[in-house]
Every structure is written in structure tokens, then in C-alpha cells.
């Protein structure tokens, strides 16, 4: 039988609302829409589809947010992973989409924390930043881009002395500054969007690991302990999930991403290190990132392994990056340290698409879940309804699968990562 995992020891779970256990699924049900995954794919689904009238049971293996929406960066920022390959693949009509969803998620996730008065230290503003000429010019791009698309209105592109009024480093050359990104307390977010489902009349049932799926017109989820019944499912298991390999086993990779949180800095230290609050990612391909948080820590994460490896000494990885970036914090304490496993297609675009017309997906947002899980939510629930969104589109991207992944997938792309890091330290 399992045994539900609580939360892993971090800054988030140490400074989390007070939210109740759920209950264990120990009976049948019936349900407009099942839902495996308790992250923000599966809550956000859960949430949307609720407002619009359905009855909707969520089901979750741990805790609401065990996995990396209860652990990640905390940063919401604008766009999709992989979106060159998307247009690339699919042309206009993925172009048309990218740019009308650009700042959607942060849209959608602002309207929630007004309408249901959740409290997660949101802030805006965010920046990436470049280490080289050939990752500025790209950062120059993408503003073009934008100004040419409408979007101009909010990202400044910053040189090296401009950046450091926003940054107080010399590592970078420049960056692009985005007043329409935004950064968070993730777990507090779900959190209150789960509370806000609740209230809405979604069941949330905690420590219920689904063993299986029966696919037809009215699919049935397993459990150990009982079932759910409904005309659709929803699988929101990102990295964690193993369930339906057939369709996507092999096509995602898990990461593996660490972070540390600092002991607060005071208000003086911290406004001397980022005065203007942003949350701060580099253009590395893999990369690192920081922000404050709301008590004035700086929380800093990055070091990504692909070779199944876990990290002994998280503090003693990450801690000399950051004072490498920030000299002012050597004598700092590092007062949190703790990793977890996000989702990486190898092109970067998220699996997002249906196993049958009953049975939809989303993982592999490959870094930029906060965002984009709330506009999938919103994509599911209008799919079920029957109007057209961007499901289809996602469905029809080709994916590149890994031949037995579980054994070769790991070490061939810690072998492709390297490569790249590489290509980081190189600047080409």
C-alpha cells in the first residue's frame, strides 16, 4: 500500500499557508472530469473547469504541490519552452498562438489571486540576462520581435552599466528587462487556487496513487483503494507520472534542478542586490536563476543534472554561483537547500495532446510550468467544452522518442548536456 510523501524540506514548505490533508480515496465515484496530478496543471484544469460547471475530482499520489510546483523558481514569466521549433513545425497558425498567449498565464494567474484574495508575494517584473555578444544579440532579437508584435511596451533592453542599476553584478553584458514577467511563492499560489477549487465543489483526494486508466467513452480511473467514473481525464503528472506509456513513454526526460534560499538579507542588502525586485534568469542553455523572496532571502537555483544523479551537497554546489554572481553575500548563510525533478521534451515543446477524444495530457514544460499550466487549464476546460483551442495545435508537434529511455535516455542526454555546457563556458 502506499505511503503519501509530504512536502520536501524548503523555504516554500517552511513558509506555506496552513492547508488541510486531504482525504485518501476509499470509495467510487462518478465526476464530469477525473484529474491525476495534484500540481498546478492539474489544480489550474480543476479550477477552470469548475467555474464553468462541472464536477471535477482531482487525484494526487503525495501532497497538493509535492512535486515541481511546489518547488521550482517561483518565476512566472512570458511564453512557452520551444517555441522556434513549434513555429517551425506549424507555422503561422503556432506563431498567431505563441504571441496571442504571451503573457496569458500571468493574466490568468493575476485574475485568480484578485477574485479569490490569494496571498503568494506575486511581483512584478523579471529580466534575462546575457553572458556574451552572441546571447545579447539574441536578447536584441527577440525585443525587435516583440516591439514589431505590439509587445514592446513593457521589456527594455538593458547594456552592461544600465543592468547594473537593476542588478548590482558584473557578470553579464546586458539583458532584457520584462515588467510584465512576475515571480511568486509558487506553493502558496496553488495552494490558494486549491482551496478556491474546493470551493467551487472540486473533490481533492491526497495520498491516492491511480494504477490505471480505462479508455472509452466514459474512461474510468483506478486507484488502490477505489475509482473515479467520468466522461473525461485529465493527466497532470508531469515528470512523476508512469501512466500511459505507450503514447509517451520515451518523448520527456526528467531534470533534475536544484535551489537554495539565503538567510534574509535585510531590507537594505537585499534593495542593494536587486533594487527594482526582479526575478533574474540567465541565457545560458543551462541556466541559472534567482529572485527575491517576500522575506528578503535571496533563493537561487539552477545546476540541472540529466544522469539520474542527485546532489550531496546542494549548498556546496550552488552557493559558490551565487556569490560568484553576488561577492556581497560571502558571508551569508545559506539557510535552505533542496532539488526536485522537472519535465524536458528533448525539442523543448510540451507534450500536451489527447490519448483518445476522453483523455488529454501536459508535461515537459521544460521551466515554464507556472505560466503555462494555467493557460493548459484553461485550454482543457474550453476543449471540453467543445470549442477549439490550443490542444490541437500541441498534438500535431513532432516529438523525437528516445528508444529505451529508462536505461539509455539518461546518460545520452547527460552526454547532450555536456555538450552544451560547454557551449555555455565557450560563449558560441
Given at each position: 500500500m502506499q505511503t503519501k510523501q509530504d512536502h520536501t524540506p524548503s523555504y516554500y514548505a517552511a513558509s506555506a499557508h496552513a492547508a488541510p490533508e486531504r482525504?485518501?480515496?476509499?470509495?467510487?465515484?462518478?465526476?464530469?472530469?477525473?484529474?491525476?496530478?495534484?500540481?498546478?496543471?492539474?489544480?489550474?484544469?480543476?479550477?477552470?473547469?469548475?467555474?464553468?460547471?462541472?464536477?471535477?475530482?482531482?487525484?494526487?499520489?503525495?501532497?497538493?504541490?509535492?512535486?515541481?510546483?511546489?518547488?521550482?523558481g517561483g518565476q512566472v514569466l512570458a511564453g512557452w519552452s520551444g517555441e522556434s521549433e513549434l513555429v517551425k513545425q506549424l507555422g503561422p497558425k503556432a506563431e498567431d498562438f505563441l504571441w496571442k498567449t504571451r503573457y496569458l498565464g500571468n493574466e490568468i494567474v493575476e485574475a485568480r489571486l484578485q477574485k479569490y484574495d490569494i496571498k503568494c508575494d506575486y511581483t512584478h517584473g523579471a529580466a534575462t540576462v546575457a553572458f556574451n555578444a552572441k546571447q545579447m544579440k539574441a536578447l536584441e532579437e527577440e525585443y525587435a520581435d516583440c516591439v514589431e508584435h505590439g509587445a514592446g511596451d513593457v521589456l527594455e533592453l538593458a547594456d552592461g552599466p544600465q543592468l547594473r542599476r537593476h542588478a548590482a553584478t558584473d557578470a553579464y553584458i546586458g539583458g532584457l528587462i520584462d515588467r510584465r514577467g512576475a515571480h511568486c511563492h509558487p506553493l502558496n499560489l496553488l495552494l490558494g487556487e486549491a482551496a478556491a477549487a474546493e470551493k467551487n465543489g472540486v473533490q481533492i483526494f491526497e495520498g491516492t496513487r491511480v494504477t490505471e486508466i480505462l479508455h472509452g467513452s466514459s474512461p474510468a480511473v483506478q486507484t488502490?483503494?477505489?475509482?473515479?467514473?467520468?466522461?473525461?481525464?485529465?493527466?497532470?503528472?508531469?515528470?512523476?507520472?508512469?501512466?500511459?506509456?505507450?503514447?509517451?513513454?520515451?518523448?520527456?526526460?526528467?531534470?533534475?534542478t536544484y535551489v537554495i534560499a539565503t538567510e534574509p538579507l535585510g531590507d537594505e542588502l537585499a534593495h542593494e542586490l536587486l533594487p527594482d525586485n526582479l526575478a533574474i534568469c540567465d541565457s545560458n542553455w543551462v541556466l541559472d536563476y534567482f529572485r527575491l523572496t517576500g522575506d528578503n532571502r535571496l533563493l537561487f537555483g539552477g545546476r540541472c543534472t540529466y544522469s539520474n544523479r542527485d546532489i550531496g551537497d546542494i549548498e556546496g554546489e550552488l552557493a559558490p554561483r551565487m556569490r560568484k554572481i553576488f561577492p556581497q553575500l560571502e558571508n551569508t548563510k545559506v539557510d535552505f537547500g533542496w532539488g526536485g525533478v522537472i519535465g524536458i521534451p528533448l525539442n523543448r515543446v510540451p507534450l500536451i495532446g489527447k490519448?483518445?477524444?476522453?483523455?488529454?495530457?501536459?508535461?515537459?514544460?521544460?521551466?515554464?510550468?507556472?505560466?503555462?499550466?494555467?493557460?493548459?487549464?484553461?485550454?482543457?476546460?474550453?476543449?471540453?467544452?467543445?470549442?477549439?483551442?490550443?490542444?490541437?495545435?500541441?498534438?500535431?508537434?513532432?516529438?523525437?522518442?528516445?528508444?529505451?529511455?529508462?536505461?539509455?535516455?539518461?546518460?545520452m542526454l547527460a552526454l547532450g548536456m555536456t555538450w552544451y555546457r560547454m557551449r555555455d563556458a565557450l560563449g558560441v
Open positions: 482525504p485518501v480515496l476509499n470509495d467510487h465515484l462518478e465526476a464530469d472530469v477525473a484529474i491525476v496530478g495534484g500540481g498546478f496543471t492539474g489544480v489550474c484544469s480543476a479550477l477552470s473547469l469548475a467555474e464553468r460547471g462541472y464536477s471535477v475530482v482531482v487525484l494526487e499520489a503525495n501532497r497538493i504541490g509535492w512535486g515541481a510546483s511546489g518547488r521550482n488502490e483503494n477505489g475509482s473515479v467514473k467520468a466522461k473525461h481525464v485529465i493527466l497532470a503528472g508531469n515528470a512523476y507520472h508512469l501512466l500511459e506509456k505507450t503514447k509517451l513513454h520515451g518523448l520527456m526526460l526528467p531534470a533534475k490519448i483518445s477524444d476522453h483523455v488529454f495530457y501536459a508535461q515537459g514544460y521544460a521551466g515554464h510550468g507556472v505560466n503555462c499550466s494555467h493557460i493548459v487549464g484553461e485550454m482543457f476546460a474550453d476543449a471540453i467544452r467543445g470549442k477549439e483551442t490550443g490542444v490541437d495545435l500541441f498534438d500535431a508537434t513532432r516529438h523525437f522518442r528516445i528508444p529505451a529511455a529508462d536505461t539509455i535516455g539518461g546518460p
